[in-house]
């Protein structure tokens, strides 16, 4: 379990607004500590007036998802600055744009919590939830996180049948979670593939439950990150992000309007 005085241990925790409280407090790991606080604290100019949140990023969205949405981990500036996930930074403009062009999200933007966004069937998480210096968690960091994944998967699990991963770092932090029963006795954990499938942009898989009497298979699908490095080159257009995402949400069970069909 994650370590920290004040760190519960997932596996004891049964719903998912006390998982989200929980990880808010986690000091498992001194490096990530030691960064979000002092990115905290020093800012970036653009947002001297502000007070960063400078905590562990807790996932967001409906309690109930069919559809999961695993990144990589915060953003200095972004959501450990806003205490939201891929709000306040470049990624998420992008990402929310796109799940607003699908049906996803009630907006397009995503700036501060209480902006009035909402995302539908959907919730956003990451497998590492303290913001890293270079964006890059070291493997024990990402290890040391894995148990909140692993709960918070666990507690969707009457509902969840889809996933997109953005990035091969999320892909690869995602599967042995997914192969994992959960540890307090729920989930059976599913079936991954030996060897592990590949990450590629728009692949898919289809896993089975491990005990498939006590859950559903799980879609799987792989996008290239919404990081500036992919989407500024073009390696990754808007089109490309919402085709995953529409997938994914039609694969999930999902209707959602985009709004030309609305008539926003
Ligand atoms: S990265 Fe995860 S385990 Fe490490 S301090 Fe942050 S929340 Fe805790």
Redesign the pocket.
């Known amino acids: 379990m ?3 005085a004040e ?1 519960v241990d997932p596996a004891h925790v049964h719903d998912l607004t006390a998982l989200d409280a929980a ?2 407090a ?4 001194p490096r ?2 030691a960064w ?1 606080e002092e990115v905290a604290a020093t800012k970036r100019a653009a947002f001297r007036d502000e007070t960063y949140w400078g905590r ?1 990023v807790p996932g967001f969205g409906a309690h109930d998802a069919r559809l999961m949405i695993v990144g990589l ?1 915060p953003a200095a500036h972004g959501g450990n600055r806003t205490g939201r996930i891929f709000t306040g930074d470049r990624s998420g403009d992008v990402l929310y744009a796109a799940m607003h062009a699908v049906g996803l999200a009630s907006q397009p933007t995503a700036v501060a919590i209480g902006d009035g966004l909402e995302v539908y069937g959907t919730r956003l998480t990451a497998p ?3 913001a ?1 210096p270079a964006n890059k ?1 070291t493997p024990e ?2 290890d ?5 994944l692993a709960r918070e998967l666990a507690l969707l699990r009457g509902a969840v049948r889809a996933v997109v991963v953005l990035g091969g770092w999320g892909w690869q932090a995602l599967l042995p979670v997914l192969a994992t029963p959960d540890p307090a006795g729920g989930h059976p954990g599913w079936v991954v593939p030996r060897p592990r499938p590949a990450f590629g942009h728009g692949v898919h898989v289809t896993l089975d439950a491990a005990d498939p009497q006590a859950a559903a298979p799980l879609e799987v699908f792989g996008c290239y990150h919404v990081s500036q490095q992919n989407t500024f080159t073009g390696r990754l257009t808007p089109a490309m992000l919402e085709d995953v995402l529409a997938r994914a949400a039609h694969a999930a069970g999902l209707d959602p309007t985009p709004p030309a069909r609305r008539g926003d």
Do not use: D, I
């Open positions: 994650p370590g920290g760190t990880v808010s986690c000091r498992a790991c990530l500590v979000r562990p981990a590492v939830r303290c890293p968690p960091e990402r040391r996180c894995r148990p909140w």
